[in-house]
């Protein structure tokens, strides 16, 4: 099949949030997009394996960004703004016991040596293993057991010759084994921990899927999308998918390779840190971030930006005139001067005093928070970084769960789904071709 005719329909089943015997099954189907000869679906499967191991895996999204280029769509636009989004994994989040059960049962697959390592069959059957999950006491022994065997077979390993596949198997075992447990009342011992790890693996189907919390008692599991679009146009300009527990600011910086000297980011305050902030300060660029909330020890009191911080002079004063200098640890401490001063209750409910420790982008975290308090910012963040939620439901439309395992596969699935998005985007915007080059009517 000719390479043209793959992307065509790789772009239009992005588009359609289609599987590939849906994709062809329209192919067959629909005048709209009827081709000349059908295909089986396995021909999807083989043109995404192709691109994905060659030099260019995302060359539909890049080629999209030419002709965004060519015709001047964007050009006279010197404003991106940042966004992303929880899309979820493809498989069904695991409990401890399951993904133990079912990671030993394949590492004994994967090896003949480590098949020969005793462990209690019991637990490993189809049926699951047996246990009373009423009785902590029962669930304890359970979890024991299979911990007790996973380190066996992780001992085991550790002398055997293992390919690549192999010694991955192992070391998810081991990750597993390791990431929900702690040590339980006696030797031999272990229980579930009341905690969660952080980068805590969810499946073992896989094993790249993360928790994404949308906050403290809410989350998702699976991955994130990041992207960069001009507001104008809502043109999706970068994007990326990342696993769920990565920052947006984290992020941001692949989001913007691109972009020149004088560009204005727009993004929320999970974009407002000191690193991204200095990165654009580095590279010319205008941070339009709405800064994360100050923290203050009293409710109503006294916050860090009512302090002067002199950092070239290393002393800190406090809103009562008194200066104390500032430690090579970065911290300045009150101690005494607080005992007595009449406004403490709005400072502090510490013993020793009030302490403030310096943030290393203070220089740059202080007066961003002073300019988001002025009614230019407030102006120009509200008319232009609320677009980038549009751009962000156009490519999530019917497509909020990752078709495929792993970041690679979906990162992929992604950006064809971009490349798609920006070209029905284009048609709307009344993109014509002359026979030499694509311009906007």
């Not at 394996?49 to 006279?76: N, T, Y």
């Not at 049962?105 to 994967?110: I, K, P």
């Not at 009373?132 to 911990?147: F, Q, T």
């Amino acid at each position: 099949m000719p390479g043209e005719v793959a992307a065509s329909v790789m772009v239009l089943q992005a588009l359609g949030g289609l599987s590939d015997r849906q994709a062809c099954m329209r192919l067959q189907t629909d005048t709209a997009s009827k081709a000349d000869e059908a295909f089986h679906p396995t021909v999807l499967t083989l043109w995404r394996s192709r691109l994905r191991a060659s030099g260019d895996p995302d060359r539909m999204f890049r080629v999209s960004r030419e002709v965004i280029a060519e015709c001047g769509a964007v050009a006279k636009s010197h404003r991106r703004v940042l966004d992303s989004t929880v899309l979820d994994d493809a498989v069904a989040r695991q409990d401890t016991v399951t993904m133990l059960v079912n990671q030993i049962r394949r590492v004994r697959r994967l090896h003949e040596g480590l098949a020969e390592v005793w462990v209690r069959e019991r637990n490993l059957g189809t049926g699951g293993a047996v246990v009373d999950w009423g009785d902590p006491a029962d669930v304890e022994r359970l979890v024991s057991e299979l911990v007790d065997d996973a380190l066996e077979l992780i001992g085991t390993a550790e002398d055997l010759e293992l390919d690549d596949a192999q010694g991955d198997a192992v070391a998810l075992l081991a990750l597993v084994a390791g990431q929900d447990v702690e040590p339980g009342d006696g030797p031999g011992r272990w229980r579930i921990a009341r905690r969660t790890a952080p980068g805590r693996i969810v499946s073992t189907v896989d094993p790249e899927s993360r928790h994404v919390h949308k906050s403290r008692s809410v989350y998702r599991d699976g991955y994130k999308a990041h992207i960069a679009a001009e507001p104008d146009t809502g043109l999706i300009t970068a994007v990326d998918l990342t696993a769920g527990d990565v920052g947006d600011a984290q992020a941001a910086p692949g989001l913007i390779a691109d972009e020149a000297a004088g560009t204005e980011v727009y993004g929320d305050s999970a974009y407002g840190t000191g690193d991204l902030r200095s990165h654009l300060a580095d590279r010319d660029m205008t941070a339009v971030i709405k800064p994360p909330p100050i923290q203050t020890a009293v409710e109503g009191g006294y916050s860090i930006d009512d302090f002067d911080i002199d950092t070239d002079a290393g002393t800190v004063t406090c809103p009562e005139g008194i200066t104390v200098t500032i430690s090579p640890k970065a911290t300045a401490r009150f101690g005494r001067n607080c005992r007595t001063c009449p406004v403490r209750g709005r400072c502090t409910t510490a013993k020793d005093g009030r302490t403030i420790k310096i943030h290393p982008h203070h220089q740059l975290l202080n007066p961003a928070r002073k300019l988001a308090r002025t009614d230019s910012f407030d102006h120009d963040y509200r008319r232009w970084r609320p677009m980038a939620e549009r751009s962000i439901a156009w490519l999530v439309r019917n497509n909020r769960r990752c078709p495929y395992r792993g970041i690679h596969k979906n990162r992929q699935w992604l950006t064809t789904r971009a490349a798609a998005v920006n070209l029905k985007r284009l048609t709307n915007l009344g993109i014509t071709h002359n026979g030499r080059h694509w311009a906007i009517n």
